[in-house]
């Protein structure tokens, strides 16, 4: 029996059109656009301003250009998975939601949380799903609404996060192309280090949680970067090696986009030539699970049908790891 492959048939996003400079957050608290851009990399985000627009807005608006792009009927779509840490609400669902906006009404719908590493976790649960033989359309929504969680009163992280959304969809194939291999870990060493503290079932929200500024990020950034950088490494050097991949066979490596200096130093431990290493934190900053599926949306018109691309990512959790996929399909046609 040939072997089913699930690739990736188009990609849509969604960014907001406000920007927040560096020189807008400096005005804000004690920081610079000198020292974000020396030591995060990152000249301006975007943010969701309008009041009562969530996640669901622009996942529905990336899906909504996904669909309408791959011209795919929403009644064909069978599985849709929301990865996110900034659903609208704990339920229903973001998932369920963006589904109805959609017309999406023949598939079940549901979220799934790995922080950063959203995207990769949710194209490995996807590509499974399609590699089973049962399902032919499935379509992953990844992104965040960081903002919702900033404290812009904490110089420590408010430089640091942006709002966007992305959306994928995988569809069988016997060909060669699609996602080849995942390496994706979780260790869950990096709670005191990265976390929202209150507003889940540990601690629920009361006054005392609120004057307490629990509801944002809380980042301890240098024990973070130390295993970001050894962990994206280690993941990205072990899909490599077992899938026999050298440096210069790979077409674009695509990493987690939260500070330049991580980017360029697991670039550089992989030996991967800067130029095939996407970048775009500068324009946006740390969307979370938004990051990866916005590089791939941005590099579209420039990758070809058979290029090798690595995904690696690192977030809270700890949880990281690597993808190694053939793109499925020449971008200058779409
Ligand atoms: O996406 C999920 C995973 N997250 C990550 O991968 C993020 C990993 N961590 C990082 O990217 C970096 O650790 C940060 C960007 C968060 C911080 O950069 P850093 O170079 O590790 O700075 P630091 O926290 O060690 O702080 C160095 C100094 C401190 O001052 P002192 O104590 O040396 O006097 C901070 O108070 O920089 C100060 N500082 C700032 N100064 C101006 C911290 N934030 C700012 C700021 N503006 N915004």
């Not at 996942?59 to 309408?68: D, F, G, Q, V």
């Not at 992989?270 to 969307?287: A, F, R, S």
């Not at 049908?305 to 020449?330: E, N, P, Q, R, T």
Request: net charge negative; with cysteine.
């Amino acid at each position: 029996m040939k072997k089913i492959n699930a690739v990736i048939t188009g990609i849509g996003a969604f960014i907001p059109d406000d920007v927040l400079t560096n020189e807008e957050l400096s005005r804000m608290v004690d920081t610079s656009d000198e020292w974000i851009m020396s030591r995060v990399g990152i000249k301006e985000r975007r943010v969701l301003k309008e009041e009562g627009k969530g996640l669901s807005y622009m996942a529905e608006k990336a899906l909504s250009s996904l669909l309408e792009k791959t011209k795919t009927d929403p009644s064909e779509i069978e599985v849709v998975i929301c990865s996110t840490t900034t659903p609208d609400f704990h339920f229903p669902s973001t998932a369920s939601i963006v589904s109805e906006r959609c017309g999406i009404r023949n598939a079940w719908a549901f979220d799934m949380e790995a922080a950063c590493s959203g995207f990769i976790f949710a194209l490995e649960t996807g590509a499974n799903m399609i590699t089973s033989g049962k399902y032919k359309k499935v379509v992953i929504v990844a992104g965040d609404k960081m903002t919702s969680i900033v404290d812009y009163t904490d110089r420590n992280t408010c430089p640091l996060f942006g709002d966007a959304c992305g959306a994928v969809l995988l569809e069988p194939t016997y060909e060669d192309i699609g996602v080849k291999d995942t390496f994706l870990r979780t260790l869950g060493i990096g709670e005191p280090y990265l976390r929202m503290t209150a507003g889940g079932s540990r601690y629920p929200a009361t006054h005392d949680t609120i004057d307490k500024r629990l509801h944002y990020i809380y980042q301890e950034g240098r024990v973070v970067f130390k295993h970001a950088v050894s962990n994206m490494t280690e993941a990205a050097l072990e899909i490599m090696e077992r899938n026999r991949l050298s440096p210069d066979d790979v077409d674009f490596f695509i990493p987690h986009q939260a500070n330049i200096r991580i980017i360029e130093a697991v670039g550089l431990r992989v030996g991967i030539p800067h130029e095939k290493v996407m970048v775009n934190i500068h324009k946006y900053g740390n969307t979370s699970a938004g990051t990866i599926p916005l590089c791939l949306w941005e590099c579209e018109k420039q990758m070809k049908k058979g290029d090798k691309l690595i995904l690696v990512s690192f977030g809270a959790g700890f949880s990281w790891g690597s993808v190694y996929l053939k793109w499925g399909y020449d971008g200058s046609q779409v």
